[in-house]
């Protein structure tokens, strides 16, 4: 899948399954799986097909500022959370955030980067870092590798075994890579227009 359809399926589920009850608790999970749906193509080489994962990630980033300040403004958990915790806590998230994107960004498209290592080692990162986005944040690694799962390139699920996994149902930029990314954005806006008003009785 392409970045649109990451980012939409990524906010739409984290919504559904965090179902927070505010809107600077919205914006926190806004925030952290914007963030982890489009990390995984960091290792996405330069190249004109690669303009789509870097337009989505810059897309993330802007998101994410624009929660951040958000939370800022309106005193959220995530602010509140990086106020109130030791330097050493957070610099440690700041060092592993780093090391793994790095890593991610130096191995091969769909290798480590789409691994439950990777998972791991992203999700514990920020956990140090920010633990208001951690939750968030894998859900959205965890939906990228799922739909990335379902593409006919396989990815390396278990690295560093060499196994690549594929259902082998679409190809990543076609017509099912339209469809979710519609079906992500649609489910977002009425998710966060329902959990922000307060409806949290779906």
């Known amino acids: 899948m392409m970045g649109k359809a990451h980012m939409g399926v990524g906010v739409a589920a984290a919504l559904a399954l965090l179902r927070p009850t505010t809107p600077v608790a919205c914006a926190a999970v806004v925030m952290g799986a914007s963030l982890g749906s489009v990390v995984c193509d960091v290792d996405v080489r330069p ?50 955030m780093i090391a793994t994107t790095v890593l991610a960004a130096l191995t091969s498209h769909r290798t480590f980067s789409h691994s439950l290592v990777a998972l791991a080692f992203w999700g514990e990162s920020m956990k140090l870092l920010c633990e208001p986005l951690a939750v968030p944040f894998v859900v959205g690694i965890a939906s990228h590798v799922l739909l990335d799962l379902t593409n006919k390139k396989g ?17 990543a930029d076609g017509l099912a890579n339209d469809l979710f990314a519609l079906v992500g954005m649609v489910a977002s806006v009425v998710l966060l227009a329902f959990f922000a008003t307060g409806r949290h009785g779906l």
Do not use: Q, T
């Open 155 to 171: 990815i390396r699920l278990f690295w560093p075994l060499r196994n690549d996994f594929s259902l082998g149902l679409w190809k």
């Open 47 to 96: 190249n004109e097909r690669a303009k789509d994962a870097f337009r989505w990630r810059m897309v993330a980033l802007v998101l994410a500022c624009a929660m951040l300040a958000y939370d800022y403004l309106h005193v959220g958990p995530v602010c509140a959370y990086l106020k109130g915790h030791v330097a050493r806590e957070v610099a440690s998230g700041i060092v592993g």
